[in-house]
T-cell receptor
Framework: DQQVKQNSPSLSVQEGRISILNCDYTNSMFDYFLWYKKYPAEGPTFLISISSIKDKNEDGRFTVFLNKSAKHLSLHIVPSQPGDSAVYFCAASLDYGGSQGNLIFGKGTKLSVKP | NAGVTQTPKFRILKIGQSMTLQCTQDMNHNYMYWYRQDPGMGLKLIYYSVGAGITDKGEVPNGYNVSRSTTEDFPLRLELAAPSQTSVYFC???????????FGSGTRLTVV
């Protein structure tokens, strides 16, 4: 049973346009959400995160939005660049309990930004 | 600053063989993790450790063992390799006060 879902395996966007990657979760107790970016043959690298007490966090071209009532978050990349082409993983975690801080990952969305 | 280092990068094993995937970090992080990534399946937690001498199972621990004798090292042991263990393995670490992980570059393992 997936607790973190990325329902779009792939997304293709034109350079300069907006990329929107979506993520849904089922556990309302998650209190922290992260996005990781992964290039082929490399490990995932941290991109941006958001605490459950916020609904938006921005870092340059990257913005993450959190809708707790819908258990949904999204990553916006504006403007998209060819170097953004990668697999993007959504992850969530709890700050309590035996699995404190352990990240639960979605399956990833492969973003292709075309010149 | 090397971060998280994994060795080897690639390995082919025959069914029934054993091997140890090495992971070391130089950031003095207490928490360390092993994940596996299967195609189209995201990353699944195998084992984790919150400090030297303390380890615990994750979501998919069967067929694996770990040890944590030092803060720096967190090796993953495969006993009796099976084709189902063909995957890319990632080690990660984090500081207890942080919520994000630092990942290694991965070990691609094929069991034939």
């Amino acid at each position: 049973d997936q607790q973190v879902k990325q329902n779009s395996p792939s997304l293709s966007v034109q350079e300069g346009r907006i990329s929107i990657l979506n993520c849904d979760y089922t556990n309302s107790m998650f209190d922290y959400f992260l996005w990781y970016k992964k290039y082929p043959a490399e490990g995932p690298t941290f991109l941006i995160s958001i605490s459950s007490i916020k609904d938006k966090n921005e870092d340059g071209r990257f913005t993450v939005f959190l809708n707790k009532s819908a258990k949904h978050l999204s990553l916006h990349i504006v403007p998209s660049q060819p170097g953004d082409s990668a697999v993007y993983f959504c992850a969530a975690s709890l700050d309590y309990g035996g699995s404190q801080g352990n990240l639960i990952f979605g399956k990833g969305t492969k973003l292709s930004v075309k010149p | 600053n090397a971060g998280v280092t994994q060795t080897p990068k690639f390995r082919i094993l025959k069914i029934g063989q054993s091997m140890t995937l090495q992971c070391t970090q130089d950031m003095n992080h207490n928490y360390m993790y092993w994940y596996r990534q299967d195609p189209g399946m995201g990353l699944k937690l195998i084992y984790y450790s919150v400090g030297a001498g303390i380890t615990d199972k994750g979501e998919v621990p069967n067929g694996y063992n770990v040890s944590r004798s030092t803060t720096e090292d967190f090796p993953l042991r495969l006993e009796l390799a099976a084709p189902s263990q063909t995957s890319v393995y990632f080690c990660a670490s984090r500081d207890p006060d942080a919520r994000s992980y630092t990942f290694g570059s991965g070990t691609r393992l094929t069991v034939v």
